[in-house]
């Protein structure tokens, strides 16, 4: 046992239970220049109360905790996991070591109800006794290790336990049918062959799982399903093997006493099955992640400095490759075009349908499909660094996320259990002081059938399924959701924040007007203007230099080239003397405008960005730059109103273009000239007024408000640090996808609570019942195996619900 990270460095192990824990785990305990890590506060305080009796027997040093962190299984019997050599309590083989010695990343195992609970190999949660699901998932199809395993325990339990169920339904309803030779004893000691291996073998894992509960004091259902099972199996072989230490009112004419082998096999037969469904139904919340990962090629072609091209693994791709896309294939890595036009459809990641135009200088995803053109590209990022590899790491991390509503699932079912356990005790002595004889045989059956039937798994998978399911759907319509809290919160959310340029607009301005003074021509007054441009830096200057040249105007070649702050720039252009600004550049080089200026005004209006033209000392005409607004901004803005969101719009862009855009989109309000700090504090004060605010950009100047917001929200076309300041990306870069989050979460938040309702319903209806509250008035008591069947059966049906999210139409 170990106190420091595992194979991994965010690993720990928990020096109280030995349960393997992350960094982030809440409970944690600095102690004489080390820190560790608990899997829940009772263990933080039993370490806190005496450390020293759980460290007498740890290696604090790192090296010796790195090497005794190696975990070794038994190849039959996989359950069987220690942190070191030796051999399998159950056959005797040796135990082998799970995992060779490598340097390569390995496949993470967490909790999908206890995210905190991680390690390098597969298992069960210590917490809950959920099998634990891999993190880090590969291309291929990977076997699930669990539901093989349960698959295997449930035929051949079902196979011995229908038997024992059939005999014993015989011999109690029936029993003229029993052929004359076959004894009620002898049918009891049939029934205890059979049953005990169902019981002992199949029901194991509940066993191991239920007393782990009780050792970590993390009681959850395999606490109640190993003592239901343990209780109905014990009392038979007690009545089997001992039957007159029984009241001779519970005894038959011939000595003997009733047994309860069959609902003991069929119960642990029913629990399997569920566990089978289950696992299998959870394998399906992956889907989305599976999906994306196959979306990626297996090879890139490359061309060599000699012409020659090859095919070559994915993972020997370098940045600076570059690499050829033939017709039909996917796009390998994320790059840049080099040569060559083609449509490339994007839509696997962006959710949108259409094609795209790519060619020289345009940007390419990787394992996007190209259409019908040749295209070479220079790869860019690789392995890890593209684009589909970090969607599926938000899918990961989201999926095993926990959203706030999850709080309540867990502390109601910190509390169940002992109360269920509790129940059962009530129902016991109760049936046994005052219900029909055999009483004793009562109390058992009806104090099983709560334990059973008030199992909460139900109860702990209403939020997580739901969660997976919807943040996979999310991805697959170029919604990624970074943690389940932002899931949450975005249903509620009454006020969006959004930046203007590269949020509502294109962020790529363009020349979109030039008027020429009379007696000058347009073409040559632009000319004069984007000769001299071509020697700035300015965004504006190169929308004035692309759009002359989108014109076909040959640009002459500029000097004396100044560039003057906050005014324009001036130079000469064929001889002539050119200033291209605003109108403090022209007032201080004494340039009447005229009625130019007040033309500006008209422009700017509009929602432009107005530049001066002045040849030879004279007002030569004005050039107009605009960014344009997204073809889609206006449909998502009428959306977002229509779902009763107020739109607040923050620009550092003047209060006339901001004005002009946001009239012609219905912002609800405006905050022009303010500088990122300012971002912030605007929302500061929205949050103060009582509002939930979204906030979206795309900016590095965005980063401080989209951290500020209950949600930022960045737009995939976006910088990096927009990106990883934000709860939730959208792929597209357009507001349509803020829309679809609020559809995604609405609907995301209305299956859980489906789902809480659902388990919380059934078990305070199903306590009663199995208790037998009933049986005064209509002499009905529920047998425990239907209580096994119901209980396996609401666990499937949470899933089963949460499944419905996959088809929700966003």
Same mark, same amino acid.
Not at 273 to 293: D, K, W, Y
């Given at each position: 046992m170990s106190t420091k990270p595992n194979t991994k460095q965010n690993q720990h192990?928990?020096?109280?239970? +030995?349960? =393997?824990? !992350? !960094?982030? $785990?809440?409970?944690?305990?600095?102690?004489?220049?080390?820190?560790?890590?608990?899997? $829940?506060?009772?263990?933080?305080?039993?370490?806190?109360?005496?450390?020293?009796?759980?460290?007498?027997? %740890?290696?604090?040093?790192?090296?010796?905790?790195?090497?005794?962190?190696?975990?070794? /299984?038994?190849?039959?019997?996989?359950?069987?996991?220690?942190?070191?050599?030796? +051999?399998?309590?159950?056959?005797?083989?040796?135990?082998?070591?799970?995992?060779?010695?490598?340097?390569?990343?390995?496949?993470?195992?967490?909790?999908?109800?206890?995210?905190?609970?991680? %390690?390098?190999?597969?298992?069960?949660?210590?917490?809950?006794?959920?099998?634990?699901? *891999? =993190?880090?998932?590969?291309?291929?199809?990977?076997?699930?290790?669990?539901?093989?395993?349960?698959?295997?325990?449930?035929?051949?339990?079902?196979?011995?336990?229908?038997? #024992?169920?059939?005999?014993?339904?015989?011999?109690?309803?029936?029993?003229?049918?029993?052929?004359?030779? &076959? !004894?009620?004893?002898?049918? %009891?000691?049939?029934?205890?062959?059979? *049953?005990?291996?169902?019981? &002992?073998?199949? @029901?194991?894992?509940?066993?191991?799982?239920?007393?782990? !509960?009780?050792?970590?004091?993390? &009681?959850?259902?395999?606490?109640?399903?190993? &003592?239901?099972? $343990? #209780? *109905?199996?014990?009392?038979s072989v007690t009545a089997l093997l001992f039957p007159q230490i029984f009241p001779p009112v519970m005894r038959s004419e011939n000595g003997l006493v009733a047994v309860y082998f069959e609902a003991s096999a069929v119960i642990t037969?029913? =629990?399997?099955? @569920?566990? #089978?469904?289950?696992?299998?139904?959870?394998?399906?919340?992956?889907?989305?992640?599976?999906?994306?990962?196959?979306? *990626?090629?297996? /090879?890139?072609?490359?061309?060599?400095?000699?012409?020659?091209?090859?095919?070559?693994?994915?993972?020997? #791709?370098k940045p600076g490759d570059t690499l050829r896309v033939r017709p039909g294939e996917k796009v390998p890595v994320d790059g840049t075009v080099i040569e060559g036009e083609s449509n490339i459809d994007e839509s696997m990641v962006t959710g949108e349908p259409v094609p795209i135009a790519k060619s020289t200088d345009d940007k390419l995803i990787g394992a996007t499909v190209n259409g019908t053109g040749s295209l070479l590209m220079r790869a860019e990022k690789v392995g890890s660094d593209t684009l589909l590899a970090q969607i599926i790491k938000m899918v990961a991390d989201a999926q095993r996320s926990r959203a706030p509503i999850q709080k309540l699932a867990d502390t109601v079912a910190g509390y169940f259990v002992p109360a269920v356990v509790g129940a059962a005790a009530v129902a016991f002595i109760v049936w046994w002081l005052w219900g029909p004889e055999p009483r004793l045989a009562h109390a058992v059956v009806n104090a099983v059938a709560v334990l059973i039937i008030a199992c909460p798994c139900a109860l702990g998978l209403a939020t997580p399924i739901s969660i997976m399911v919807g943040t996979g759907r999310g991805a697959q319509a170029g919604v990624l959701i970074k943690n389940a809290e932002a899931l949450e919160i975005m249903e509620k959310v009454d006020t969006l924040v959004v930046d203007k340029t590269g949020t509502l607009t294109e962020g790529k301005p363009k020349l979109v007007a030039v008027q020429a003074e009379s007696g000058l021509d347009d073409d040559e007054i632009l000319r004069m203007a984007a000769s001299l441009e071509r020697a700035s830096e300015h965004p504006l200057a190169e929308a004035i230099v692309n759009g002359a040249e989108e014109r076909g105007i040959k640009l002459a070649k500029a000097s004396n080239f100044q560039s003057i702050t906050g005014k324009g720039v001036t130079g000469e252009v064929d001889g002539h003397k050119v200033a291209v600004g605003n109108l403090k550049l022209l007032e201080s080089l004494n340039i009447k405008t005229g009625e130019l200026s007040q033309q500006a005004d008209k422009e700017r209006v509009k929602g432009m960005t107005v530049m001066l033209i002045a040849i030879d000392g004279q007002a030569a005409g004005l050039i107009g730059v605009a960014d344009p607004i997204k073809d889609a901004t206006g449909e998502a803005i009428s959306d977002l109103h229509a779902e009763g969101i107020r739109i607040v719009m923050l620009t550092g862009d003047s209060k006339t273009t901001a004005k002009a855009v946001a009239d012609k989109l219905g912002i609800d309000q405006v905050h022009a000239e303010v500088s990122p700090e300012q971002k912030a504090e605007v929302i500061k004060q929205l949050q103060a007024e009582g509002r939930i605010v979204a906030m979206a950009g795309d900016g590095i100047n965005d980063a401080p408000a989209l951290a500020q917001a209950h949600v930022g929200i960045a737009m995939g076309t976006g910088t990096d640090v927009a990106i990883e300041s934000a709860n939730v990306t959208l792929i597209k870069g357009d507001l349509r996808g803020i829309v679809r989050a609020r559809r995604l979460s609405r609907a995301t938040m209305r299956n859980i609570k489906q789902n809480l309702f659902f388990a919380f319903i059934y078990n305070i209806a199903g306590i009663p019942v199995a208790a037998g509250i009933l049986y005064p008035f209509f002499g009905i008591l529920l047998s425990p195996m239907i209580a096994a069947a119901a209980m396996s059966f609401s666990s499937v049906s949470v899933i089963s619900n949460s499944l419905r999210l996959r088809q929700v139409k966003l």
């Open positions: 192990t928990d020096p109280v239970c +030995n349960m =393997v824990v !992350s !960094s982030d $785990s809440e409970f944690h305990s600095h102690h004489e220049d080390n820190e560790y890590y608990f899997c $829940s506060e009772r263990c933080l305080q039993k370490f806190n109360e005496h450390p020293e009796q759980y460290l007498d027997q %740890q290696t604090l040093a790192p090296h010796a905790a790195q090497a005794e962190s190696s975990p070794y /299984t038994c190849p039959m019997h996989p359950e069987i996991q220690q942190q070191g050599p030796g +051999n399998c309590p159950k056959c005797g083989m040796a135990l082998e070591p799970m995992h060779a010695p490598e340097t390569s990343a390995r496949t993470e195992y967490r909790c999908p109800m206890h995210p905190e609970v991680v %390690q390098d190999h597969p298992g069960s949660c210590p917490k809950c006794g959920m099998a634990l699901e *891999a =993190v880090t998932t590969s291309g291929g199809e990977e076997k699930n290790a669990e539901l093989v395993y349960m698959s295997r325990r449930f035929w051949v339990c079902t196979l011995l336990a229908l038997p #024992v169920f059939f005999l014993a339904m015989t011999a109690d309803m029936l029993p003229a049918w029993l052929p004359d030779w &076959l !004894s009620m004893q002898t049918v %009891q000691w049939i029934e205890f062959v059979l *049953a005990t291996p169902v019981v &002992l073998w199949g @029901g194991w894992p509940f066993f191991v799982r239920g007393w782990q !509960s009780v050792r970590t004091w993390n &009681l959850n259902m395999f606490t109640l399903i190993a &003592l239901g099972v $343990s #209780v *109905a199996w014990g009392y037969a029913l =629990v399997l099955m @569920g566990q #089978v469904l289950e696992l299998r139904a959870r394998s399906r919340t992956n889907a989305a992640i599976q999906m994306l990962l196959g979306l *990626a090629p297996n /090879t890139a072609r490359i061309l060599n400095e000699d012409g020659t091209e090859k095919d070559i693994p994915l993972e020997e #791709v």
